[in-house]
């Protein structure tokens, strides 16, 4: 290239960064590469160092102080965006005998996971549900919500859960909004287990109206994921990617449980040596039970109950465990899919 072209080149940039603009031709692969380039990177969260600090944070401030005593668990490379996926938040909450977490609702959908401890309660938009490890709790978007633990001395004990919520994809929308409600603790209008009473047994009233596509039972309990998955291995062929692997859904529409989140509970028997396989929906992991190792990419991490770890988007991903393993999971496939972007490779 000529000194003249070259100054011309120059020049012509020079002039369109004045107006905002700048050349696609500089900017083509990065905008449009050949495969997912995710800023996001494989990470694990192990519990036995994690739990220490939600212990320390017991001890500074109350739950009521700090509206919800959470540890955001923050992606290496997504730094400063509270996000451990591009699209997706997560975090640990833990509530002590005697403390609520007072009753505010927003625009985000979010996800309990129960990792620790039985008998603290959520209630939702009027209805409670008690707390048990491996229970899949959805507080869907503008519900009111608190959640509540009993004294010590009528058995509470403390209790730690995941949060899940689509935070980031609500934010890059900016359709974020939150209020709190006039109460601490807001009305309990039905008994609980109304909610799958109604809708948990392939049965629904008659003339209820389905709004929403948030499913209506809002607990899926872990005994009774548990027995499906126990069921499910003795009666049919193990995937050589997956082994036994399930995905959460709104009984009254056959859809994903959540609009903007999939969940899924997962079963590796002993010994299970799992093949690679990729997707387009970064993953994070929640340990239920057993121990083994996980391949992400180049990464090769260990985990115990309860660690939590992230797979991020296009990553190649194989499991390999010791003993029976059952793993919670969540991403943002709903969304991929209404959108025609989910991509896998297996």
């Known amino acids: 290239m000529t000194d003249k072209k070259q100054n011309q080149r120059a020049d012509f940039y020079r002039r369109l960064d004045e107006q905002h603009m700048f050349p696609l031709w500089q900017q083509m692969h990065s905008l449009v590469p050949a495969q997912p380039a995710d800023a996001c990177v494989p990470a694990i969260w192990r519990y036995s160092q994690v739990r220490d600090y939600l212990a320390e944070a017991g001890e500074i401030i109350s739950s009521e102080e700090a509206v919800r005593r959470v540890l955001i668990l923050e992606n290496p490379g997504l730094s ?10 997560a975090g640990l909450q833990m509530l002590l005998p005697g403390e609520t977490a007072p009753s505010h609702r927003h625009s985000q959908s979010a996800l309990r996971f129960v990792m620790e401890g039985s008998g603290a309660f959520t209630v939702v938009d009027g209805e409670r549900t008690t707390m ?9 978007s503008w519900a009111w919500h608190d959640h509540g633990n009993p004294e ?23 359709a974020g909004f939150a209020e ?66 399930l995905s ?15 969940t899924f509970i997962q079963l590796l028997p002993a010994g299970f040596n799992g093949l690679p396989s990729r997707s387009t929906d970064a993953t994070v992991y929640s340990v239920v039970e057993g121990e083994g190792v996980v391949r992400i990419g180049e990464r090769q991490f260990s985990f115990s109950p309860r660690d939590i770890f992230v797979v991020p988007s296009w990553a190649a991903v194989s499991f390999s465990v010791s003993s029976e393993t059952v793993l919670f999971s969540f991403s943002d496939r709903p969304v991929q899919e209404a959108l025609g972007l989910l991509r896998e490779a297996r």
Request: a negative charge; charged letters at 20%.
């Open 248 to 262: 959460y859904r709104n009984p009254l529409t056959g859809g994903w449980a959540m609009p903007t989140i999939a």
């Open 132 to 140: 048990h490890p491996g229970d899949f709790i959805i507080t869907p």
């Open 152 to 174: 010590a001395e009528q058995g509470g004990e403390k209790v730690v859960w995941l949060d899940g919520l689509d935070i980031p994809i609500v934010r890059f929308f900016n």
């Open 80 to 89: 400063g965006q509270s996000s451990i996926t591009s699209s997706l938040y």
């Open 180 to 245: 709190v409600h006039e109460e601490l603790v807001q009305p309990i209008q039905r008994a609980e287990g109304t909610s799958p009473a109604r809708f948990g047994h392939n049965l629904m009233p008659v003339r209820h109206e389905v709004n929403g596509r948030t499913s209506p039972i809002f607990n899926y309990p872990y005994a009774r994921s548990r027995e499906t998955l126990d069921i499910l291995l003795r009666q049919q062929a193990l995937d050589p990617y997956e082994g036994i692997k």
